[in-house]
């Protein structure tokens, strides 16, 4: 009777080291996923910043490609004399209709 409650015993000590390296393993894991989780978070937030600083670029390059084509155009028609409808703001427009 002894002999098996030290066997009982020996294993029950086995089993709860193996429990403990496995909460500990797992805890080690989930805070490497964390640290995965977080990288990401901020990798995320950083790619949506710079996306969203591209799109406003974008959309200013594309009204400055808007008033240059207006500018050209406003030199042509003051080469050939004329004036532009864009040169002219809908006051004096009104006054000269």
Do not use: P
Request: without cysteine; proline residues 0%.
């Amino acid at each position: 009777m002894d002999s098996i409650v030290k066997i009982n015993t020996a294993g029950i000590a086995n089993l709860s080291n193996i429990a403990k390296d496995i909460a500990i393993l797992s805890n080690k894991h989930y805070q490497q996923i964390n640290r995965y989780l977080m990288w990401l978070n901020v990798a995320l937030y950083s790619q949506n910043k710079v996306f969203t600083a591209i799109r406003e670029l974008e959309f200013a390059l594309l009204h400055l490609i808007q008033r240059v084509d207006e500018l050209f155009a406003a030199i042509q028609h003051a080469i050939q004399g004329k004036f532009s409808v864009n040169l002219i703001n809908s006051t004096i427009l009104h006054n000269i209709l």
